[in-house]
């Protein structure tokens, strides 16, 4: 019991561990599919770029600190342009749609462009306002 006592005190209050890489990119590939209506080789291509995407962004975090926002913004160039390499014109003018919906329903603090990887259906572990990822 102590032992539980001294982990849960050693989290920060409000933050919950970073969902795994894997489970995040699936989620989203799944959310996509049925948003944007993707075929299974899109969705396949579209899971596989946000995993790496989401392993990329692990590496920039540092000792729990937040990465530096300008590699951020590079990493999430560089998803848009494997992105607009897999989806149609209109289902990645749909994608970025989703993207700034979910951020004006999260308070707006990213905008267009926002620091997410893309929209996220609830469940999938993103921490939301308080959290990460800033993934």
Same mark, same amino acid.
């Given at each position: 019991?102590?032992?539980?006592?001294?982990?849960?005190?050693?989290?920060?209050?409000?933050?919950?561990?970073?969902?795994?890489?894997?489970?995040r990119a699936q989620l989203?590939?799944?959310?996509?599919?049925?948003?944007?209506?993707?075929?299974? #080789?899109? =969705? /396949?291509?579209?899971?596989?770029?946000?995993?790496?995407?989401? *392993?990329?962004?692990? !590496?920039?975090?540092?000792? $729990?600190?937040?990465?530096?926002?300008?590699?951020?913004?590079?990493?999430?160039?560089?998803q848009d342009e494997k992105?607009?390499?897999?989806?149609?014109?209109? #289902?990645? =003018? /749909?994608?970025?749609?989703?993207?700034?919906?979910?951020?004006? *329903?999260?308070?707006? !603090?990213?905008?267009?462009? $926002?620091?997410?990887?893309?929209?996220?259906?609830?469940?999938?572990?993103?921490?939301?306002?308080?959290?990460?990822?800033?993934?």
């Amino acid at each position: 019991m102590v032992c539980l006592v001294t982990a849960l005190s050693a989290q920060p209050r409000g933050q919950r561990p970073a969902p795994d890489p894997a489970d995040r990119a699936q989620l989203i590939a799944a959310h996509l599919t049925s948003q944007l209506q993707l075929s299974n #080789q899109q =969705a /396949k291509k579209v899971e596989e770029s946000f995993l790496t995407h989401f *392993q990329e962004k692990e !590496k920039l975090a540092t000792n $729990g600190q937040r990465p530096d926002p300008e590699a951020m913004k590079a990493l999430r160039e560089k998803q848009d342009e494997k992105l607009k390499s897999i989806l149609s014109k209109d #289902q990645y =003018a /749909k994608y970025i749609q989703l993207r700034e919906d979910r951020m004006a *329903q999260r308070g707006g !603090k990213h905008g267009k462009g $926002g620091e997410q990887g893309g929209p996220h259906p609830g469940p999938d572990g993103h921490r939301g306002k308080g959290g990460p990822d800033r993934s």
